[in-house]
T-cell receptor, first 114, second 112 residues
Framework: DAGVTQSPTHLIKTRGQHVTLRCSPISGHKSVSWYQQVLGQGPQFIFQYYEKEERGRGNFPDRFSARQFPNYSSELNVNALLLGDSALYLC?????????????FGQGTRLTVV | GDSVTQMEGPVTLSEEAFLTINCTYTATGYPSLFWYVQYPGEGLQLLLK?????DKGSNKGFEATYRKETTSFHLEKGSVQVSDSAVYFC???????????FGTGTSLTVIP
């Protein structure tokens, strides 16, 4: 069975540009979350979507936005890129949204802003 | 707010040595606790979890016990292998299951 897939795996953008990252959850999973992992740090929560509705938002500026599609895939958009946005962006999917539910992570998209 | 504090790394051990990685948490109520592992160039994989006080999670020789009285969830393994070299993250899930709070990670290198 396919795991969580993310695309692209790597990309390089210039400051001020816009970027779209994509995520396909495990088949049957209805929840998708996005995390930012800066080098040497733990992942930081950005968004969670469940059944196409936003369930949670982390402490990130409005330049960050996301959505979930009817097939439960998701996009993360970042506008007006800053150097500090350089990070590994991780997508995680889960079957349901409960405190005990395991999240399955993709391999991430490595974003470099120059 | 909720948070996780994790032992600073990096940690270097010889093969077959005993491993402990300390993790303490601050949270409202009694969250579920997790250990995730990240191998080089990969995403995070669940290693083990515990959902209530005194639960012991275990997997691949790793163990961690949910200690409510000390708000801790330390990771242990009796005999590490070279293949255990990775970064280990302690995490908790908020009560609604909306997000994970991760520690900063502990890098483990096991040398033959």
């Amino acid at each position: 069975d396919a795991g969580v897939t993310q695309s692209p795996t790597h990309l390089i953008k210039t400051r001020g540009q816009h970027v779209t990252l994509r995520c396909s959850p495990i088949s049957g999973h209805k929840s998708v979350s996005w995390y930012q992992q800066v080098l040497g740090q733990g992942p930081q929560f950005i968004f969670q979507y469940y059944e196409k509705e936003e369930r949670g938002r982390g402490n990130f500026p409005d330049r960050f936005s996301a959505r979930q599609f009817p097939n439960y895939s998701s996009e993360l958009n970042v506008n007006a890129l800053l150097l500090g946005d350089s990070a590994l962006y991780l997508c995680a999917s889960s079957l349901v949204v409960t405190m005990n539910t395991e999240a399955f992570f993709g391999q991430g998209t490595r974003l470099t802003v120059v | 707010g909720d948070s996780v504090t994790q032992m600073e790394g990096p940690v270097t051990l010889s093969e077959e040595a005993f491993l402990t990685i300390n993790c303490t948490y601050t949270a409202t109520g009694y969250p579920s606790l997790f250990w995730y592992v990240q191998y080089p160039g990969e995403g995070l994989q669940l290693l083990l979890k515990a959902t209530k006080a005194d639960d012991k999670g275990s997997n691949k020789g790793f163990e961690a016990t949910y200690r409510k009285e000390t708000t801790s969830f330390h990771l242990e393994k009796g005999s590490v292998q070279v293949s255990d070299s990775a970064v280990y993250f302690c995490a908790l899930s908020d009560l609604d299951g909306n997000q994970f709070y991760f520690g900063t990670g502990t890098s483990l290198t096991v040398i033959p």
